[in-house]
């Protein structure tokens, strides 16, 4: 059993050196030189001069050598800080002074974008460039340049346990700064080994990578494949027919994604020798339509739906088998193996059949608490509920923020995220309630709901929709629909059109942005 993070690799290659790890555009490595690569990046980023648990910030496109810089690092006792390419360099400095990253590893072309960042790095003193470009030319002189194809044994690391930190995954909160959540050794192995078993992972997998790896279900796809010895390819596609055609060259037969990534892999044909070979899809960030799904399930028919659910905090939490997809496709299943899930009450009780609570999630996936951050880590890291009072130490569970209900037989169901919640009329709205029914009604694509300021109700229901493929935006028949199948309190009372709906850089579809933009100052409103 690995207890360390960068032992998935070495594990995998004790096993079976020649079975392939990595494929990435016409490239493919096996485990034994993955395992070889990293050995080398981890002893030469010793060499620069880092400390314990010194902060490593990747930013680069998806490529081997952002895999081989997380294992590394963390093989040298330090703490890799996945940066997700699409960040702009104004958010690149939030982060890494924020963690204050003391290494970056880059292109140069990336490296080029960041002259006015840089000089605000001050914790920074190395950059290894991953490509032959010429390093920029207004460095500040503290910053040494290093060559990733350069380093060599230079040094040994730090000694790490499996309680030690070994990443720092920044949220893409819609207000306020990214957060950085913080992983140990022992939650990245344990969610390895958690998500793999119930995929049923083995060597002759071939996962698509398609997720940010700066995202958690994207990183989530490398630590399964590692745990299993699968392989991986990469990709980073620019359109959804790149990811068929990824699909088909590779065999692969497992692909993630989030709801708004799988609206528009179900819009384009895909050809059969893309499906055949395809076992599983699985659906995170958000939930799932009927119509999306069944879309999905007639384009791959050979392939299992997993319908996850998850938070950074503790990388997955729920997933529902594919033999309840049919019985329970609202559902976001139950826990995963080695975690607790629990639905707990304002008043703190643990609720029953039918009452909505507070998704709160124990076990070993639970991470280590926000970076710098102990206000926000106090609401989101609490006692778990029925703690010992013999024990003087309480364990620490994350209070997600979600509520959800059970039914009669132990199975979860959404409700709403509780800073989401629409308050209207009196009422309590989910706001995913009223999406499905309007993401059923065929008349979108893609649909998001809000509450906007209201003096008489408080709040009144908005949405904000993709009509579909050629076709226009229809107001009154959204509306007809929502009325024949909602409470009035419950129906929009306007729908508003766009070409698209805005992404954060994790692929989710960003609410409030969306909901300023056609909605600034709704009529009614008391702002």
């Known amino acids: ?41 981890a002893s030469g980023l010793a060499g620069l001069g880092l400390g314990p648990r010194d902060r490593v910030g990747i930013w680069l496109e998806k490529r081997p050598e952002m895999v081989i810089s997380m294992f590394a690092a963390a093989a040298a006792g330090l703490v890799f800080v996945p940066l997700n390419p699409l960040l702009l360099p104004h958010q690149l400095r939030h982060i890494m002074t924020d963690c204050n990253v003391r290494c970056l590893v880059t292109s140069s072309a990336r490296l080029a974008q960041l002259g006015d960042v840089l000089p605000a790095c001050a914790d920074l003193h190395s950059v290894v460039l991953v490509d032959d470009g010429a390093p ?144 599983y899809f699985t659906n995170t960030g958000g939930h799932m339509s009927r119509t999306l799904l069944e879309k999905l399930r007639g384009i791959c028919p050979g392939a299992a739906p997993y319908l996850m659910y998850g938070l950074t905090e503790a990388f997955r939490s729920t997933y529902l088998p594919p033999a309840d997809i049919d019985s329970r496709p609202d559902s976001i299943g139950k826990a995963i193996p080695n975690a607790e899930i629990m639905v707990v009450a304002d008043d703190g009780h643990i609720c029953g059949p039918g009452e909505e609570g507070e998704l709160v999630h124990r076990g070993a996936l639970v991470s280590m608490g926000y970076w710098n951050d102990p206000a926000r880590t106090a609401e989101r890291f609490r006692p778990a509920p029925g703690h010992e009072p013999a024990l003087p130490l309480p364990e620490m569970a994350v209070w997600s923020g979600d509520t959800v209900r059970l039914d009669d037989d132990g199975y979860l169901y959404f409700v709403g995220r509780r800073d989401d919640m629409i308050k209207t009329s009196g009422y309590r709205v989910s706001p995913t309630e009223v999406e499905e029914i309007i993401l059923n009604s065929g008349y979108v694509r893609e649909a998001i709901v809000a509450g906007v300021p209201d003096v008489v109700l408080g709040q009144a229901i908005v949405a904000v929709a993709v009509p579909p493929h050629g076709g226009d935006g229809d107001e009154k028949a959204v509306i007809d629909v929502c009325r024949s199948r909602l409470p009035q309190y419950m129906v929009p ?34 702002t």
């Not at 070409?499 to 300023?516: E, Q, S, W």
Request: glycine fraction near 8%.
């Open 1 to 41: 059993m690995a207890d360390l993070f960068h032992r998935l690799v070495e594990r995998a290659a004790a096993r079976a050196p020649d079975a392939t790890a990595l494929l990435h555009k016409e490239t493919a490595l096996s485990y034994g030189m993955l395992d070889s690569e990293m050995r080398r990046v």
């Open 136 to 279: 920029a030319e207004d460095l500040p002189e503290r910053i040494g340049v290093e060559s990733f194809a350069a380093l060599t044994d230079a040094a040994e690391g730090h000694r790490a346990i499996d309680t030690d930190m070994t990443a720092i995954l920044y949220t893409s909160g819609s207000t306020g700064a990214p957060k950085g959540v913080v992983l140990s050794h022992r939650n990245l192995v344990a969610g390895a080994e958690s998500v793999a078993t119930y995929l049923e992972n083995t060597p002759d997998d071939v996962i698509l990578s398609i997720l940010p790896l700066s995202f958690d279900a994207g990183l989530s796809q490398i630590t399964t494949a590692c745990y299993a010895g699968a392989a991986v390819g990469l990709i980073d596609y620019l359109l959804p027919r790149d990811v068929a055609r990824a699909a088909a060259r590779w065999g692969a037969t497992g692909i993630g994604g989030v709801p708004p990534l799988w609206h528009q892999l179900a819009a384009i044909d895909w050809p059969e020798e893309a499906v055949r070979s395809l076992r």
């Open 493 to 526: 009372r306007s729908v508003a059109f766009a070409t698209d709906l805005p992404r954060n850089p994790n692929g989710k579809i960003d609410r409030k942005a969306v909901v300023a933009a056609h909605f600034p100052q709704d009529e009614g409103s008391d």
